[in-house]
């Protein structure tokens, strides 16, 4: 285990999933953390649990979409813990659907928490962890991707553009933090199939649009359906799968912790495949 004794970290969307599993890590590493989420009383719980083992955390309620939520999320990092070390980026939405039936409603609510909410969170943090910032000793901002950045799906097109955005964004942040001598490393992470509530939602808009052929209870069309990987949803959950194997947040946890040891000053602007 590695040790992040006297680190401060903050992660977005650590009331489930991947972002719970991120924080219980930091803080059994020895990090204090800061949990942020829309869903207050589950990230209540996830904070105690963390604590109740032994560990430093503390919940703020926090809407990535909302700027004013980012300064206070990173202020209280800053005013309950002293520092910020490490953010990281993991809170996001899916949504599936056919790029003919999408609306500018449904484009502008994914980009918000996906798209929107990254970029404030870069700007906040930097702002707290370049020299002479309030942290003011560099650090390691961490973005939640996906395999759906760097590969198209059918059916995940705006999900897709806005994992992609994110790629793109942390090259061009961890260029400009190395331009500026900020000390500041960025990278992002590209899980596969994952088993969180998002991973099932996903499942479960596939099957609706048609995407496993051979599953019976289809409700898309046959022209739509064969456009689809030709696997039910149950084998999809199989490792190896079309979309690669099956990770469950524990996994993500362990590469994700990787990212961050000091003796890696090295890694930077680089994607993590996680298939
Ligand atoms: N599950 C997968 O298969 C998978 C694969 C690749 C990438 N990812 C990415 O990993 C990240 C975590 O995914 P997950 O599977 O744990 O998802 P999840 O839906 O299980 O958890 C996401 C968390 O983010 C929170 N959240 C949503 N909108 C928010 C907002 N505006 N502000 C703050 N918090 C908000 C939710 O309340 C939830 O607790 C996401 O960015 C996702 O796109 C997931």
Known sequence: MIDLSGKVAAVTGAAGGIGAEVARTLAKAGARVVLGDV?????EHVAKQIRDAGGEARFIAHDTSNEAQWIAFIDSALDIFGGLDI???NAGIEQACFLENVTVADIQALFAVNVTGV??????AVRAMKPNGRAGSGGIIINLSSVAGLIGTPGLGVYSASKGAVRLLTKAAAV??????YGIRVNSIHPGLVETEMGEKLLNDFVSLGMFKDRPCLHADEGRASIGHHRSAERYRQPGAVSGLRFVPLDVRRRTRRRRRDDRQLIRRSCVFLE
Not at 119 to 124: F, M, R, S, Y
């Open 176 to 181: 400009e933090f190395g331009r500026l001598g």
């Open 39 to 43: 869903r207050v009383e589950r990230g």
């Open 87 to 89: 953010l990281v980026n």
């Open 119 to 124: 970029l404030i969170g870069h700007k906040h």
